[in-house]
Structures are given as C-alpha cells and as structure tokens.
C-alpha cells in the first residue's frame, strides 16, 4: 500500500539512450514533483504538476519531460542520457493545504 | 546568496546530548517550513512542520524567526536511531519548495 511508487528503482544505462521512470500515487495528491538528488546530496526540485497541468519548470534541460497522463500518474522521460544525469530521482506528492511532502523510494539512475 | 542554507555538519555526539541544527534562508516571502529526515539511501520523511511560534514533538523542537529569516531544529536525548540527514524546507503551498543541503547527525554508542 505504497502511497507514492516509483519505477525502476535501479537503472543503469549508456550514454545517449533515452530512458522513463514511472511515478504513481494512491492518496489522491494535489501536486506530483520530481526532484533530483545527486552525488552532493543536494535534492533539487526538476518539476511539479498539479491536476495535469505544468506549474513549475525549473531549468533542467529540454531533454527532460514529465508527462502526466492522469492526476495518480507523473512519469519522467529523458532523451539522450548524459553522464551528469547520474543521480537518484524522487516522486513526491502532496496536498494542497498542507504542503508535506511524501516522497517514493527514489530511483538510481546510472549512466555508462 | 544560497535560498536555503545549513550548518554544514557532520555532528557526531554521544547518546543522550542535545545537538542544535540551524537553518538560514534568504526569500522573505517565505510561509511554510519544515524538518525533513533522511536516512542513508533512502526517501526523505517529514520529521515536523515548523511554526511561528514554536513547536515541540517529543524531544524535538523547531523554532522560526521570521526577523532573522532562520529556523532551528534541537534534539533532546539522542538516539542511535536519530543518526540522519536533517533537511530544512521551506517554500509556499502550491509553489517551490527548496530544500537546503541537509545536515548529518551521527549518534554514537
């Protein structure tokens, strides 16, 4: 009963593929994030949606595209890997009103 | 000017101490603040949200000054089981949240 999930949790690729990382929430969050945490630990913000639509794009390069096929749904596709795009990635989501975060398990991407 | 910024840790302290964490962050127009917990490899977890005028959860205790734009984090009596990466947030509903950059507590037997 994972409230949000993501998938794969481990994915390790070459140079130049273009890969997607699913992200599924079941407590019916207002806003989906993607965030970023490299090597530094740094956790950085890439994108939010609420109720499908864009409201935040922070400048990640155009080879990043989340795509929100529904509210429960906030997947990230990326075209054409790059070595620094080595790092974990986090779906979250929250409410509303109240702000909190809940994050899924990450997913440790590694490029070759 | 980093938007949010932390001690740098990393604080190792014996169990049973109080160790402070402080938290500095430079968008006045800032209204929510939290405390996030992470642990080593994995997801960061709400640890407590973080009021005006102070709040306390069990042994922790998080204090903001809206003057000095900082925000506080103290544990009593530390655990072996605290050992983590502290995160302060802060952001508005419905906008950015920024994470700082985190700070490592090591609780040693």
């Known amino acids: 009963d994972t409230a949000v999930s993501q998938t794969p949790k481990y994915l390790v690729t070459q140079m130049g593929n273009d890969k997607s990382i699913k992200c599924e929430q079941n407590l019916g969050h207002d806003t989906m994030y993607w965030y970023k945490q490299d090597s530094k630990k740094f956790l950085k913000i890439m994108f939010s949606y609420n109720n499908k639509e864009l409201i935040i794009n922070e400048t990640v390069p155009n080879r990043f595209s989340p795509k929100s096929p529904d509210k429960a749904h906030l997947n990230l596709h990326i075209n054409s890997l790059e070595l620094g795009d080595s790092a974990v990635y986090f779906c979250?989501?929250?409410?509303?009103?109240?702000?909190?975060?809940?994050f899924g398990e990450g997913s440790r991407l590694t490029v070759l | 000017r980093k938007e949010v910024e932390q001690d740098p840790g990393p604080f190792n302290v014996p169990e049973g101490a109080t160790v402070a964490f402080n938290c500095t962050y430079s968008n006045s127009a800032s209204q929510s603040f939290f405390w996030y917990r992470q642990d080593c490899r994995k997801e960061p977890k709400l640890l407590m949200s973080v009021y005006s005028s102070g709040n306390e959860d069990g042994r922790f205790t998080a204090q903001l000054n809206r003057a000095s734009q900082y925000i506080s984090l103290l544990i009593r009596d530390s655990k072996l089981s605290d050992s983590a990466t502290y995160l302060c947030?802060?952001?508005?509903?419905?906008?950015?949240?920024?994470f700082g950059p985190g700070t490592r507590l090591s609780v040693l037997p």
């Open positions: 979250a989501g929250s409410y509303a009103n109240t702000g909190e975060l809940f």
């Open positions: 947030v802060v952001g508005n509903y419905g906008q950015n949240f920024v």
